[in-house]
């Protein structure tokens, strides 16, 4: 069975460009990617002395369960030389699960939906560019709705290459 599950990632250490590209490529190896939203340059939340992160989110069709989806990208993110040192701060790569179909999870290792995806912009931002229209499944409101709650705070901008 098929599921479409919507993932946030993000990187603020070396190519954090080429760190986001690599890690969308891998993911083809759990699933297929529907979609990709704009990169998008953010401030850092929560260990602000850090520096800015690059983010974006991803659609991504696959028939693993969530748990076998989030071992899969803990895999990617350790091939891709994450290391755990702080947490909430630097690092080459974070995928987080967002949504999981209709989902909800609330277990020791994971909670889907995402349990801050809701006060954050870097998640917010891109998720509605590529599905406005999803629903989380506890707030019973789409992410254009929930990116329209969310107060002003924490800026976010397009990211243009040069």
Request: some cysteine.
């Amino acid at each position: 069975m098929l599921h479409l599950a919507y993932l946030s990632l993000g990187s603020n250490v070396g190519d954090r460009k080429k760190n986001l590209s690599t890690a969308i490529d891998r993911l083809g190896a759990v699933g297929r990617v529907e979609s990709i939203s704009s990169f998008y340059e953010t401030e850092p939340v929560e260990v602000t002395d850090q520096p800015w992160f690059l983010n974006c989110a991803v659609a991504l069709e696959t028939s693993a369960t969530p748990e076998h989806l989030m071992k899969d990208l803990l895999a990617i993110e350790q091939e891709m030389g994450r290391k755990r040192i702080q947490e909430k701060g630097p690092r080459t790569i974070d995928i987080d699960i967002l949504l999981f179909g209709d989902q909800v999870m609330n277990g020791p290792d994971l909670t889907i939906p995402h349990p801050a995806m809701h006060q954050r912009r870097f998640v917010l931002e891109p998720l509605a560019e590529i599905a406005p229209e999803a629903m989380h499944p506890l707030l019973r409101k789409t992410v254009q709705e929930l990116l329209g709650n969310l107060v002003p705070g924490q800026a976010i901008r397009l990211f243009v290459s040069g």
